[in-house]
């Protein structure tokens, strides 16, 4: 903005130095005509006519000079404000989504980095990954029954649709994880954490669900079949404790 002002300010100052300059330039103009004419009639050749033709000149000097000022203060002008009103164009960035070609890959093995990777529909039936990093990974459709996945990162991962049977998730983490239509049969969550989590018509049938933390989940049209309930937090936030065995 203090370029732009001080360009401005230039042009300015130079438009009325210029109109100045052009000022005194008519006037000396017009004042030797008239001398040239005062002086052919001290000499006895001028005429009513040559008074008339001079001043007829001076005139039309005054008007052309005044014709030329006119001119260079408009460009001036046009100059000034073309200057004020250009401005950097706005730059803006988009971060790309991650594609199946974009993802990264890795080796499939305990406690490993493998998060943002895409496995839809791969089968990784009983395969052994405790404490693997899954986190905003593509699952969609896996098929992970019997795999052993305890304290696994899962959060923010796709699971539509996955097969999990027998499926030792205990202790993972599953906040915002994407599971409608999943399948949970006899499969280990207890006291995994799925805050938020989307299990949208998901079946639950005979999974241990002890100390599961499930604030904001959605259940929508989730099937619930001889689950085991106890201390567990429901999406509701009311506390599930049906199944517990109180000791005699």
């Known amino acids: 903005m203090t370029g732009t002002n001080q360009t401005t300010g230039g ?3 130079g438009a009325t130095m210029s109109n100045k300059v052009s000022c005194r330039r008519r006037r000396s103009i017009a004042a030797g005509v008239v001398v040239l004419a005062l002086v052919a009639g001290a000499c006895g050749g001028g005429d009513e006519e040559e008074a008339e033709e001079a001043a007829a000149a001076a005139a ?3 008007e052309a000079a005044a014709a030329a000022t006119t001119t260079a203060a408009a460009a001036a002008t046009t100059t000034a ?7 950097a164009a706005p730059t803006t960035t988009t971060e790309p989504v991650p594609t199946a070609s974009t993802r990264p890959t890795c080796v499939l093995e305990p406690n490993a980095n493998c998060s943002q990777v ?3 529909g791969e089968n990784l039936a009983g395969m052994i990954l405790p404490g693997i990093d899954l986190s905003g ?6 098929l992970l029954n019997g795999a052993m996945l305890a304290g696994a990162d899962l959060s923010g ?7 999990m049977s027998n499926t030792n998730l205990a202790g993972a983490k599953m906040d915002d994880v994407k599971a409608p239509g999943a399948l949970f049969f006899r499969a280990n969550l207890s006291h995994a954490s799925m805050v938020r989590a989307d299990l949208t018509a998901a079946v639950l049938m005979e999974a241990d669900m002890k100390s599961v933390n ?3 989940a959605l259940v929508t049209g989730i099937v619930e079949r001889r689950s085991f309930w106890c201390n567990t937090i429901y999406a509701d936030g009311t506390l599930r404790n049906e199944d517990c065995q109180i000791g005699g």
């Open 11 to 13: 042009t300015g100052t």
């Open 60 to 62: 039309a000097a005054e």
């Open 81 to 87: 404000a073309a200057a004020a009103t250009t401005t």
């Open 118 to 120: 895409d496995l839809s």
């Open 137 to 142: 990974a593509n699952m969609e459709g896996t």
């Open 157 to 163: 991962s796709n699971l539509a649709g996955a097969a």
């Open 214 to 216: 499930m604030t904001g």
